[in-house]
């Protein structure tokens, strides 16, 4: 407001109250319950249903956003849908939506989007943005935790770009980066698991089988979203978010099973 006077500060200041919380919150998840790689939809739901649970919840991003295709739906066209039940995360969320046909919802995706990621850091998930993932750190045949570096090494000339990642251990991995399944792609690479690749188009078949699939496919490693669509060789969903949703939901269902054995 008009008059209104700023506290007093310096610009160390303002330097010093990032780095020190931002080194302060990474300190503290070297070690976590959970970390999920990927802040799309599916990836942001597990961590959110994970971290309202009192888990330990860190997700990796590779982009300076998060929320992947759930900000811009559909060929750059910024409405998603979502198909019966998946609305009742809509309603959880307090996301707005109309019903276009009978079963078939539509919302503004900036708006459903922003929603989930509140959901996500109210409940406590914690983030890096601008990270990416390289590699699993695996031991005695269980996936262990993840090594990571900055999104913008991969951007240096290959004579510089001699800079080490680091690790970061967790109980369980879910991997949510979409169809490119980043991660059980790097178990594939070792010849510990084979992925089918993702099919063709069918929306009807592949929510539903996008969910059933949803779970642990080598120990210590959960896929979640079209992951699970690339390592199964189901059909790909297009531009409707429900299977999303409910595969994030599912995700954190079989981690809060498995995190039983830690106890």
Not at 26 to 38: A, F, N, P
């Given at each position: 407001m008009e008059g209104e006077i700023f506290a007093k500060t310096t610009e160390k200041d303002v330097t010093s109250a990032i780095v020190k919380s931002f080194h302060s919150m990474?300190?503290?998840?070297?070690?976590?319950?959970?970390?999920?790689?990927?802040g799309g939809p599916s990836g942001l739901m597990a961590a959110r249903e994970l971290a309202k649970v009192g888990k330990k919840v860190l997700v990796i991003e590779r982009n300076n956003y998060l929320g992947g295709g759930f900000w811009i739906g559909g060929y750059l066209m910024n409405k998603i849908t979502v198909r019966a039940p998946a609305e009742k995360v809509l309603d959880e969320l307090l996301i707005p939506y109309q019903e276009y046909t009978k079963g078939l919802y539509v919302t503004d995706g900036p708006h459903a989007c922003s929603?989930?990621?509140?959901?996500?850091?109210?409940?406590?998930?914690?983030?890096?943005?601008?990270?990416?993932?390289?590699?699993?750190?695996?031991?005695?045949?269980?996936?262990?935790?993840?090594?990571?570096?900055?999104?913008?090494?991969?951007?240096?000339?290959?004579?510089?770009?001699?800079?080490?990642?680091?690790?970061?251990?967790?109980?369980?991995?879910?991997?949510?980066?979409?169809?490119?399944?980043?991660?059980?792609?790097?178990?594939?690479?070792?010849?510990?698991?084979?992925?089918?690749?993702?099919?063709?188009?069918?929306?009807?078949?592949?929510?539903?089988?996008?969910?059933?699939?949803?779970?642990?496919?080598?120990?210590?490693?959960?896929?979640?979203?079209?992951?699970?669509?690339?390592?199964?060789?189901?059909?790909?969903?297009?531009?409707?978010?429900?299977g999303m949703l409910l595969s994030g939901k599912r995700a954190a269902e079989v981690a809060l099973e498995k995190l039983k054995g830690f106890e």
């Open positions: 990474l300190i503290e998840y070297t070690d976590s319950d959970v970390i999920v790689v990927g929603k989930l990621i509140a959901a996500a850091c109210e409940a406590g998930a914690k983030f890096l943005n601008m990270t990416t993932f390289e590699d699993l750190i695996i031991k005695e045949r269980r996936v262990s935790g993840v090594v990571i570096n900055w999104t913008p090494v991969q951007a240096l000339p290959r004579q510089i770009t001699c800079v080490d990642p680091i690790a970061l251990e967790s109980k369980l991995i879910i991997d949510a980066t979409g169809h490119d399944a980043f991660v059980a792609k790097k178990l594939e690479e070792r010849g510990l698991l084979k992925t089918r690749g993702y099919g063709s188009m069918w929306v009807e078949e592949s929510e539903d089988a996008v969910v059933n699939h949803t779970g642990e496919v080598f120990s210590g490693l959960i896929v979640t979203g079209m992951a699970v669509t690339t390592v199964f060789g189901l059909p790909r969903m297009g531009p409707t978010f429900g």
